[in-house]
Nanobody, 123 residues
Framework: QEHLAESGGGSVQAGGSLRLSCELSGSTYRSNCVAWFRQVPDKLREGVAALHVGGRTIKYAEFVKGRFTISQDLAENAVYLEMNDLTPDDTAMYFC????????????????YGRGTQVTVSS
């Protein structure tokens, strides 16, 4: 499985933006699906956005509401999450995750996670 390294988290005010990055490395076999999840203490981890590597299939959670965009750079072996119009409810640890086989929108199939990057949104 790949090693996943997230970056780009930080503290912003409500209405602000952040761009998270996930760098994938260390495996000969590339996963077909990459996704972003988030988790706050004492709550279940929830899927945010997912995409099919090299393809066009993208899925977003309902709460994204057009504010977030997931994208990929195959040359850089990286996946990004552009987050706009952030609210305090978006405060969480954000994780990058992979799974080998589609469907990429099945949140429960992801079995390889990075260590996460913290996003904090103040009102």
């Amino acid at each position: 499985q790949e090693h996943l390294a997230e970056s780009g988290g930080g503290s912003v005010q409500a209405g602000g933006s952040l761009r998270l990055s996930c760098e994938l490395s260390g495996s000969t076999y590339r996963s077909n699906c990459v996704a972003w999840f988030r988790q706050v203490p004492d709550k279940l981890r929830e899927g945010v956005a997912a995409l099919h590597v090299g393809g066009r299939t993208i899925k977003y959670a309902e709460f994204v509401k057009g504010r977030f965009t997931i994208s990929q750079d195959l040359a850089e072996n990286a996946v990004y999450l552009e987050m706009n119009d952030l609210t305090p409810d978006d405060t969480a640890m954000y994780f990058c995750a992979t799974q080998r086989l589609p469907p990429c929108g099945n949140w429960f199939s992801y079995n390889n996670y990075g260590r996460g990057t913290q996003v904090t949104v103040s009102s």
